[in-house]
């Protein structure tokens, strides 16, 4: 490759962790990335972003588990830009602070690779927030500073505390949890005030964030005693004695729990995004994928009623409708009918307003409500569209209306193969359909599932859940709010 050939190397800060924390920018520049190196205070939500094409290389960890050396990083970033057009250099906070991006720029620079570099927003400052703890307030402090427990080549830092405790302002100690004696005493002996507030945000901005309050005679005894691991902060200053009252994170309802989100990947964002803002970690575990059944040629024209019973089902269908040609003025002699509000939601989309949705999720219901209902005969006939071998359940309820129909498959559900997960960890596990549950006891060990907390959208779903073993509870409505808020209230200490 010619030196014009070359690719561009995207220097990228992630953040501290809390996925909603990356720039527009680094989300742009991770998401049409060739090549992504990263390391290990990437947080995994954020990993999850990239597309499943694009070459990943962990530089945070190699063969017998030391990190890759800086000077070999570099030449990596120097070799990828030689071989693809946009490599993106992927650090946990900010790239500059304390993240070594100079040092990668530098090679980069001598060898004549084009760069950019987007800035992330430092765990400095947003873990120490996350925590509670304003880095600087007119009250306590006039500057903050940010010192690193490392030196160079893991040598002593040589801080310099007597002139530290002089400026009086905040400090934010990074890369410190094994030189917390160090620091604790050499504060102490440059004259610092025994009581100074100290605060320590281990994890800061993930679910499973630790905050640690403490004054600076105990800093290092509550450090080892509540065993703070990195990464973590160590900030000395009179701002940690507001951490209590301006803690907002730990308080939110989801709190440190983990919680598995089995849908298939293409609709599992939206739970996983709301499990997210209620501070909970999602486990993002797709069971099944759905896959369009290609060509079909549904009979519309022989039956009165098309009856819908997920989002997928109109998905598929207007998918083939709009490949021919057509759109939802073929549909306007027709009485639609959808099971639950998401479905009726994906019609929407598509410009047709549901004429009947019934009071429960699941399909039985839909046939037994709508026949109440006298909008048709049963010589009308109802074209069932929906998944490849659906539920007897819901034909069965045809049967008895007497009503002329045809179940008429326009989507397959596969199971996707994962390697066990370890279900210890789990609080929560999430069933959005049947197939869920089908998928996850396909993949795992039923003994481990055994007793599991399942939280399922409608009754045909807790009732397949239940009969396998998990404690079952159901979701208020069929929604994904709905399901929220039936976690968020569970959490709430009622079940335990
Ligand atoms: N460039 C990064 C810092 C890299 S140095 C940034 O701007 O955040 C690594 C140190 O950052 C860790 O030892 C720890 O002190 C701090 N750190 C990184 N992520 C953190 C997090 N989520 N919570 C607390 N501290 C974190």
Not at 288 to 297: L, R, S
Not at 385 to 407: F, P, Q
Request: glycine fraction near 8%.
């Amino acid at each position: 490759m010619s030196k014009k050939e070359k690719g561009i190397v995207y220097l990228v800060g992630a953040g501290p962790g809390d996925r909603d924390l990356l720039t527009l920018a680094a989300e742009k520049a991770i998401k049409s990335a060739d090549v992504v190196v990263y390391d290990r205070l990437v947080s995994d939500e954020i990993m999850e972003l990239i597309p499943a094409d694009t070459k990943l290389i962990n530089v945070g960890k190699n063969v017998g588990n030391h990190p890759v050396p800086q000077e070999r990083i570099s030449e990596i970033l120097v070799e990828e830009a030689q071989k693809f057009k946009k490599v993106v250099r992927l650090k946990g906070g900010d790239p500059f602070l304390f993240g070594r991006g100079g040092e990668e720029l530098q090679l980069l620079v001598s060898n004549g690779i084009n760069f950019r570099v987007i800035p992330g927003i430092t765990s400095s400052i947003g873990a120490a927030t996350y925590g509670g703890i304003p880095v600087t307030h007119r009250d306590f402090c006039s500057s903050v500073h940010m010192i690193t427990g490392i030196g160079k080549r893991g040598t002593d830092p040589n801080i310099n505390f007597p002139a530290l405790v002089e400026l009086n302002g905040t400090l934010i100690f990074m890369m410190s949890v094994g030189s917390i004696d160090y620091i604790s005493s050499g504060l102490l002996d440059a004259g610092m005030d025994p009581k100074m507030p100290c605060g320590v945000v281990e994890n800061g901005t993930r679910s499973y964030q630790r905050k640690v309050i403490s004054t600076l005679e105990n800093l290092a005894s509550d450090v080892k005693q509540n065993s703070i691991k990195s990464p973590a902060l160590i900030i000395v200053g009179r701002v940690c004695s507001l951490s209590e009252d301006f803690d907002w994170f730990s308080k939110l309802p989801l709190i440190d729990k983990y919680i598995l989100v089995t849908q298939p990947k293409s609709k599992a964002s939206r739970l996983a995004d709301l499990i997210r803002d209620a501070g909970g970690n999602p486990i993002l575990y797709p069971v099944i994928e759905t896959k369009y059944i290609k060509p079909i040629n549904p009979p519309i024209d022989d039956f009165k009623v098309l009856a819908f019973t997920s989002s997928v089902g109109v998905e598929s269908f207007f998918d083939d409708l709009i490949e021919k040609g057509k759109d939802a003025r073929s549909l306007s002699d027709k009485i639609i009918i959808a099971v639950g509000s998401q479905t009726a939601a994906a019609l929407k989309k598509f410009g047709v307003i549901a004429d009947f949705v019934p009071s429960k999720f699941d399909g039985k219901t839909m046939i037994k409500e709508f026949a109440k209902s006298g909008k048709v005969t049963p010589e009308d006939g109802v074209l069932l569209l929906r998944a490849e071998k659906g539920s007897e359940e819901t034909i069965v309820e045809l049967e008895n209306w007497g009503a002329r129909y045809m179940d008429y498959p326009v989507y397959r559900t596969n199971y996707v193969e994962h390697d066990p997960l370890d279900m210890d960890n789990i609080d929560w596990i999430t069933f959005t359909s049947k197939s869920c549950v089908f998928g996850l006891l396909s993949t795992q060990d039923k003994d481990m599932l055994k007793d599991k907390k399942a939280l399922c959208i409608g009754r045909q779903t807790e009732d397949l859940a239940s009969e396998n073993g998990f404690k079952t509870y159901v979701s208020d409505e069929a929604t994904i709010v709905s399901m929220l808020d039936k976690l968020i209230e569970l959490s709430g200490g009622h079940d335990e």
